[in-house]
């Protein structure tokens, strides 16, 4: 199962943009690259997800690496609210539709 | 509001004993998933179930099994609980089964091990 890569924490001010990175070196070209962030004592909260181009959605936005090895969450304003692990992982059709997760990044938000 | 819901939300018990944790999808969703979420392990993949059938199958232990019902509901059944057991184990449900789709997942139930 191809893995992803996250920094452990990163810290944000409110209402400025976050940036959140993920590498995923050995991507296979089936795989989706899916965005899910939990808060504190909540069930994980899906965000976002795409393929090979860019997505945009209510919640946030999805650079994907052209070479598809790498990905970005953006989140636009960042809230107070927003505070919670985020979690990039991959999922394909055919490598038994198992959903793997990783450590996830852990945001900070300061206000 | 995701619109999957499990029951119970907090479950205490002791070594030994067996348990069952039910999760009722969000409706119109066919596919049922099942995680394990320790401070240790993170979240573990368990099971999926597809419109009653197996789909994929993870880190699941022969002392656990799932199965999900004609009315789409999920159970996950927990047997000789052992103190690693406890956990947080999450259900989650998406329209098909594919990689393509988000999952939306409960709150899920707090097992605790004595």
């Known amino acids: 199962d191809a893995k992803t890569t996250q920094p452990n924490s990163m810290e944000s001010n409110e209402e400025e943009p976050v940036h959140l990175p993920c590498n995923h070196s050995t991507i296979s070209g089936t795989d989706y690259i899916h965005w899910y962030r939990q808060l504190p004592s909540q069930g994980p909260e899906y965000v976002i997800h795409g393929l090979t181009s860019n997505v945009n959605n209510r919640m946030a936005s999805l650079a994907i690496a052209e070479d598809r090895k790498s990905s970005t969450l953006i989140l636009h304003r960042a809230t107070l609210r927003d505070a919670a692990v985020y979690y990039c992982?991959?999922?394909?059709?055919?490598?038994?539709?198992?959903?793997?997760f990783g450590a996830g990044t852990r945001l900070f938000v300061k206000a | 509001d995701s619109g999957v819901t499990q029951t119970p939300k907090h479950l205490i018990t002791a070594t030994g004993q067996r348990v069952t944790l039910r999760c009722s999808p969000r409706s119109g969703d066919l596919s049922v998933y099942w995680y394990q979420q320790s401070l240790d392990q993170g979240l573990q993949f368990l099971i999926q179930y597809y419109n009653g059938e197996e789909r994929a199958k993870g880190n699941i232990l022969e002392r656990f099994s799932a199965q999900q019902f004609p009315d789409l509901h999920s159970e996950l059944n927990l047997s000789s609980l052992e103190l690693g057991d406890s956990a947080l184990y999450f259900c989650?449900?998406?329209?098909?089964?594919?990689?393509?789709?988000?999952?939306?997942f409960g709150d899920g139930t707090r097992l605790s091990i004595l």
């Open positions: 989650a449900s998406s329209v098909g089964g594919h990689s393509n789709q988000p999952q939306h």
């Open positions: 992982i991959l999922r394909d059709n055919t490598g038994g539709f198992k959903t793997i």
